[in-house]
């Protein structure tokens, strides 16, 4: 599975637009890139999936550019509610296959 | 949208007693679900790979006949620690994909389950 690396951490303030940029040089053909948010004690949430270009949905957008080798979750307006953890997962989407987690970014946000 | 329900949240338990662990799909069934281990301020790791039907698959360093998995149905995997000790105690979290779909395929996590082994 290809190797991902992202910043250890951020700090944005609320209402600013957040940039995570992951790197995953060694993504493979079949691989998707996938971005979870956890907050303590809780189980990861997906946010967002894509395999190219550019893909929004309701809470981010993210960019993919075309050789693949990274990715950038774009995080509009952000409040304090969006301090949490973040991960960039690049692999396979079937079924059977396990997701491995890098160690994330954990973004702070304050007012 | 799709579910993991995993039971329970929390537990406490004595040193070298077992605690099972369920994790349910609740809306799909999943012939695979996966098993992570979170220790405080560090990632998820895989611990393993729950199959239905078969024997499950072990990342390497952790010993399955410590960490028991049963996925006797399509829709529940179980870990039970066995003869826990202190340093076992962590937030334990379950994933399950689809496999009705064969592929884009959203992997769903249970809320975890953190354990104290006291």
């Known amino acids: 599975l290809a190797k991902t690396t992202q910043p250890i951490s951020m700090d944005s303030y609320e209402g600013q637009e957040v940039n995570i940029t992951c790197s995953h040089n060694?993504?493979?053909?079949?691989?998707?890139i996938t971005w979870y948010q956890q907050f303590p004690s809780q189980g990861p949430r997906f946010i967002i999936q894509?395999?190219?270009t550019k893909v929004t949905n309701e809470v981010a957008s993210l960019f993919i550019p075309a050789d693949r080798k990274s990715s950038t979750l774009s995080l509009p307006r952000v409040s304090l509610s969006d301090t949490a953890v973040y991960y960039c997962?690049?692999?396979?989407?079937?079924?059977?296959?396990?997701?491995?987690f890098g160690k994330g970014t954990t973004l702070s946000v304050s007012s | 949208g799709a579910v993991v329900s995993q039971h329970p949240s929390w537990v406490i338990c004595k040193s070298g007693t077992s605690v099972k662990i369920e994790c349910r799909s609740l809306?799909?069934?999943?012939?695979?679900m996966f098993w992570y281990r979170q220790f405080p301020k560090q990632s998820l790791m895989l611990m393993a790979t729950?199959?239905?039907?078969?024997?499950?698959?072990?990342e390497q360093g952790v010993e399955k006949d410590k960490f028991l998995i049963n996925h006797a149905s399509l829709t529940l995997s179980t870990l039970t620690v066995t003869s826990a000790h202190p340093e076992d105690s962590s937030f334990y979290i379950c994933?399950?994909?689809?496999?009705?779909?064969?592929?884009?395929?959203?992997?769903?996590f249970g809320q975890g389950t953190r354990l104290t082994v006291v």
């Open positions: 809306d799909f069934q999943a012939t695979t």
């Open positions: 894509g395999y190219k």
């Open positions: 060694n993504i493979a053909t079949n691989d998707y």
């Open positions: 994933s399950a994909r689809d496999s009705g779909k064969d592929r884009n395929t959203e992997a769903f």
């Open positions: 729950s199959n239905e039907g078969s024997k499950a698959t072990y």
């Open positions: 997962l690049v692999g396979s989407n079937q079924a059977g296959t396990a997701l491995i």
